[in-house]
């Protein structure tokens, strides 16, 4: 009920954090402070303007889970981009010496099928992931961000046919399409990230358009109208820049949804061909020797969950950002 | 007799991020079986939670740090949360502000009710909607028994409240609770809804707790009342005491912010300087020292206790208003008599100036679409042939209740609707005819002011920017002339310079307010629509803003549009009146005119039901107000759009609608067959002489 939601204390006139009344020249207020005196005697005038952003961050930083999974994307990150700096592998020249070796001292995870060093591997493969996650979400996103405020804000005939559209490319099983695209076009990085963002788009398209739809009824996106703007400040410089934490939050799970598409892809044998390579591709490779009466484990787990952290990571940092986000809308 | 309710020392405290709010500081109260005691006070002061604390309702966060609550001679604070369980809703009932988020939308009225009774008294399904459909039947609820099955937004929102109250009364408790029972309510709904709540209470017995910062609302309604501020209560007596002896400068300057008395001699309203203290750490001394105009040293370093001369009547000050103060006002209230009459006759002396607005015949119909294909089953006439003008100089008033058009007018003339039909000319100009480059000028000369003004201040802009705004889109001036208008600006507006590096969140509802009318200042506009601008600030807050208002008015010659549902202040602020209701304009003359000689019916009827801050005049009220419930707009009734509430009402009345006829030289036109004042040309009247209410 909203009855129980504390109100914010004291919220005519709050003093702790706002900006000090200059008192009005009344007539008779000789016994009276003067707005100096009245905020030293018990208020707080903040010394810096806090940003909406400075408010999320803190909240965001509450949630001891979101930084522990902050620093564990920050260590992924740095692990594949890095590691290989430190932990110098051959990762192009096949050895067949070496193939299926044992965790050794020259090894750390032992070596797959065709005798490249599996830590090594992983690494290489870890920045695929990663580059082609990132890259996805952010095209994506942008894409997605745009053709969902365009039609939210315009409305009418063109918002039903452009979410039309939308709804149309939601229906289409992505699987079959990717595989099928990825059958005729020779599939290499650039060609994964258009082919996964052109699916995941349509979801962010959604998304921001009822955002917009909430937003555009706001009464300072109509203040743009009276004071003579145009539709394109209002979608531009209010809209969107209000909608920035949903979009941030959708991000965020795009990266992480990427990232398993790839990997999935990956599995199927239908994303980056070698020596390229995901951690996905890693799993398809180790997955003939599951029923293998010795155990290679390190062709199977380390990618595993290499995976699994990386998208949990991401995953509870988005939840944190719309907590943060959100949040911040509860405590008006 | 022993209280039903003692409150010793209450201290509620709320933990939050930042620290402790001491919400109530030390409160005592008592409360007598059959008596409604009213609790007053502005935002922040604690009257709420002082409620929400008899409840045991505290949100995340709050407990009873000391003190303790008392019912019937049973300790009820720190009972657990199981016990308390059993109490409320049995022997305590509250109803809160807003009916709608109150009553949950997934459940019909009778099954809520229902399951009020069905938790404290062993009753089967059946026997509880019986006790459902009586209750409902008890707070005047039209044809109980049918209405149970349907949800809460089939309601309105009188009826809705209705519904709360019944949940309320279900198991006939000793004591009520209404925080703010008619806020959210109209005028006339709200009289209702406050006559139904004191019937109660004698039908039943019942104490009443009445929360509010209306002091209309307490004049009329309390037998005692509590004035909080900042945590604390400053004086405690019986109303007609309060209001005739204010002893606490709070309570005295409260009075004194009030636009009821100021509307006849326009004076400024004494506006409280400074801000309610920070409640997280709350000063050591007189908690309104700062910002009191009789405050001495002392005040400034000890704390009043709440005592009192005589038996009854107690308050904290250590130099409370006495009589040399009383004295000095009532020689100025004389005064201001002769000034009345003064300015009584400047007014009708003022030459009117030219038409800066004109609206003629003004028609808005929204469509109200239905099934699969959306088509069009009808529509929802919110402005139907709407004529007024506004003269240079002057503000409109435009006063009516909720649903009567008035919001939507003021959007059709900035520009934010489409007229269905009918003319708006701006100094001559057809709004309709121009477009393009000439259309955008034009839009300079009229600016809006809305009514929220946290919505309508982009949350992610710093103040400047959202300043600089209007003169960037119309492309005026270099970036340094920009920045220097809006320092200007903010100057005339009362906030200082700083506040351009500000975020809107870190400003008070008051200085947002500020801040959107200085927004619509920076165009240098014409006229300025504004809707509703004080409606939602306290009444401290809402005097600053007022006198800002008229004192900018006289200084940059603006023309005002002033549109409220609060009675008390558009008479103060306005020049000319329009009344609305359903989509007509039913009244509008010189302000002084509608207001102490109405001609329509409903007008008498809005000034009848709006609280006045004078429990004599409450009293003294006998007249019925306005009765019954607001028809549809989407199918209004025919002819006079009032007659189904219309004690006048005859049977030409639903046939033929009556049109705008003069009663006074000075532009004071009303609509109606019987209207209660003699019109200038009396042959076209169907009554020969002004009618007098049965």
Redesign the interface.
Same mark, same amino acid.
């Given at each position: @009920?909203? @009855? /129980?939601?504390?109100?914010p204390?004291?919220?005519?006139?709050?003093?702790?954090?706002?900006?000090?009344?200059?008192?009005?020249a009344?007539p008779?207020?000789?016994?009276?402070?003067t707005?100096v005196?009245?905020e030293e005697?018990?208020?707080?005038p903040?010394a810096k303007?806090?940003?909406?952003l400075r408010r999320g961050w803190e909240v965001f930083a509450e949630n001891k889970l979101a930084l522990a999974s902050l620093g564990l994307v920050l260590a992924i990150v740095g692990f594949c981009f890095i590691g290989p700096l430190i932990y110098r592998t051959d990762q192009t020249h096949t050895n067949l010496a070496n193939v299926l070796c044992h965790p050794s001292a020259s090894h750390l995870l032992g070596c797959d099928n065709v005798g490249y060093d599996l830590l090594g591997r992983l690494m290489l493969a870890g920045q695929t992931s990663i580059e082609v996650g990132v890259a996805a979400a952010v095209v994506s996103v942008l894409f997605g961000t745009i053709y969902g405020a365009l039609a939210g804000f315009i409305g009418g005939p063109l918002d039903t046919v452009m979410m039309r559209l939308v709804d149309a490319g939601l229906s289409i099983p992505y699987i079959t399409v990717l595989i099928i695209l990825s059958v005729i076009f020779h599939p290499n990085k650039g060609v994964i990230i258009f082919v996964i963002a052109a699916f995941y788009w349509l979801g962010v398209a959604r998304l921001v358009r009822g955002e917009t739809l909430t937003l555009r009824t706001?009464?300072?996106v109509?203040?743009?109208?009276?004071?003579?703007?145009r539709r394109s400040?209002a979608i531009l410089r209010?809209i969107v820049?209000?909608a /920035?934490g949903t979009i941030i939050v959708q991000g965020t799970f795009a990266i992480a949804d990427s990232i398993l598409i790839l990997a999935g892809l990956g599995f199927l044998g239908l994303g980056v061909q070698p020596p390229t390579t995901d951690w996905g591709s890693i799993l398809s490779g180790g997955l003939q020797y599951l029923q293998s009466s010795q155990s290679y484990w390190w062709l199977i787990y380390p990618a595993g969950i290499a995976i699994i952290l990386t998208c949990i990571a991401f995953n509870f940092i988005g939840d944190a950002l719309r907590d943060a986000f959100e949040t911040r809308l509860q405590r008006? | 007799m022993a209280p039903l309710l003692e409150i010793e020392d209450l201290r509620t405290y709320?933990e939050?991020r930042?620290g402790t709010?001491h919400?109530v500081d030390g409160v005592s109260l008592y409360l007598e079986p059959g008596e409604t005691l009213g609790i007053v006070g502005?935002?922040?002061?604690g009257k709420?939670m002082t409620a929400?604390s008899i409840m045991g309702?505290l !949100?995340?966060?709050?407990h009873i740090a000391d003190g303790s609550i008392h019912l019937d001679g049973r300790k009820i604070s720190g009972l657990s949360d199981e016990h308390m369980r059993t109490i409320r809703g049995d022997e305590i009932g509250m109803i809160?502000?807003?009916p709608l988020?109150?009553l949950n939308p997934t459940m019909t009225v009778g099954k809520q009710i229902a399951e009020a009774v069905r938790l404290h008294r062993d009753v089967s399904r059946e026997q509880a909607m019986d006790r459902a459909a009586e209750v409902l039947g008890l707070v005047g609820m039209p044809r109980p028994k049918e209405r149970l099955n349907e949800y809460p937004h089939q309601f309105s929102g009188g009826m809705r409240q209705r519904v709360m109250i019944a949940m309320a009364l279900a198991c006939e408790p000793k004591l009520l609770i209404a925080?703010e029972p008619t806020t959210a309510l109209d005028v006339t709904i709200q009289k209702q809804i406050l006559e139904l709540i004191d019937d109660l209470r004698k039908r039943l017995g019942m104490s009443v707790i009445l929360v509010t910062h209306d002091l209309g609302v307490i004049a009329g309604r309390a037998d005692r009342v509590a004035v909080m501020y900042?945590g604390k209560i400053v004086e405690t007596t019986a109303t007609a005491t309060l209001f005739a002896n204010p002893r606490h400068p709070y309570t005295e300057a409260l009075f004194q912010a009030l636009p009821d008395k100021a509307a006849e001699t326009r004076e400024r309203l004494?506006?409280i !300087?400074?801000? #309610?203290?920070?409640?997280?750490? !709350? !000063?050591k001394a007189c908690r309104f020292a700062?910002?009191?105009?009789?405050?001495?040293d002392h005040c400034r370093e000890e704390e009043p206790r709440l005592l009192g001369e005589t038996v009854g009547h107690t308050f904290a000050c250590f130099y409370p208003v006495g009589e040399t103060e009383r004295g000095e006002r009532r020689a100025a209230a004389a005064a201001a008599t002769a000034a009345r009459a003064e300015v009584a006759a400047e007014q009708f002396a003022k030459v009117p100036g030219e038409v800066v607005l004109a609206t003629k015949d003004l028609v808005k119909d929204f469509p109200v679409t239905s099934g699969i294909l959306q088509r069009r089953v009808g529509s929802v006439s919110a402005v139907a042939g709407v004529s007024f003008d506004i003269r240079r100089g002057e503000t409109f008033g435009l006063v009516g209740e909720s649903g009567c058009g008035k919001t939507t007018i003021g959007r059709l003339i900035?520009?934010?609707e489409k007229a269905t039909a009918g003319k708006i000319s701006f100094g001559g100009v057809d709004l309709a005819k121009v477009s393009g480059r000439e259309y955008?000028h034009l839009?300079?000369k009229i600016?809006?002011m809305?009514q929220?003004s946290?919505?309508?201040?982009? #949350?992610?802009m710093?103040a400047g920017t959202i300043l600089r705004?209007?003169l960037v889109?119309?492309r005026i001036g270099s970036h340094k002339e920009q920045e220097r208008s809006v320092a200007e600006m903010l100057d005339h507006v009362?906030?200082?310079g700083?506040?351009m590096?500000?975020?809107p969140?870190?400003?008070?509802?008051?200085?947002r307010q500020r801040l959107g009318f200085a927004?619509a200042l920076?165009?240098r506009p014409e006229l300025i629509v504004a809707d509703e601008p004080v409606s939602a600030?306290?009444v401290s807050?809402q005097a600053?803003v007022l006198?800002l208002m008229s004192g900018l008015q006289r200084e940059l010659g603006l023309t005002y549009m002033f549109i409220s549902h609060d009675l008390a202040v558009v008479r103060y602020l306005s020049d000319h009146i329009g009344v609305m209701y359903l989509g007509k304009l039913v009244e509008v003359g010189p302000a002084e005119e509608v207001y102490l000689q109405p001609a329509h019916p409903y007008t008498r009827g809005l000034i009848d039901s709006a609280p006045v801050a004078d429990p004599a005049a409450e009293k003294a009220k006998v007249r019925a107000g306005v009765t019954g419930e607001l028809p549809s707009a989407i199918s209004p009734p025919s002819g006079c759009r009032f007659r189904t509430r219309c004690p006048l009402a005859q049977e030409i009345c639903a046939e033929v609608e009556p049109p705008l006829r003069p009663f006074s030289e000075q532009r004071h036109m009303a609509a109606c067959h019987f209207p209660l004042e003699v019109p200038l040309s009396p042959e076209t009247s169907y009554a020969a002489e002004p009618v007098t209410e049965p």
């Open positions: @009920m909203s @009855m /129980i939601i504390p109100p204390p004291p919220s005519e006139g709050s003093p702790s954090t706002g900006v000090a009344e200059p008192a009005p009344e008779g207020s000789g016994g009276a402070l707005a005196e009245a005697l018990g208020l707080t903040t303007p806090r940003s909406l706001r009464e300072y109509q203040a743009v109208k009276v004071i003579g703007g400040r209010h820049p209000n /920035i008006r | 709320i939050l930042e709010v919400a502005e935002s922040g002061s709420t929400l309702l !949100p995340v966060g709050g809160f502000q807003d988020t109150s925080d900042a004494y506006s !300087p400074g801000a #309610p203290p920070d409640l997280i750490h !709350p !000063p700062p910002r009191c105009r009789y405050a001495q900035v520009g934010l955008r839009r300079r600016q809006y809305f929220d946290y919505a309508s201040l982009d #949350p992610r710093r705004e209007p889109v119309q009362g906030l200082p700083s506040a590096e500000r975020y969140h870190e400003f008070s509802g008051g200085q927004r920076m165009l600030l306290d807050i600053q006198n």
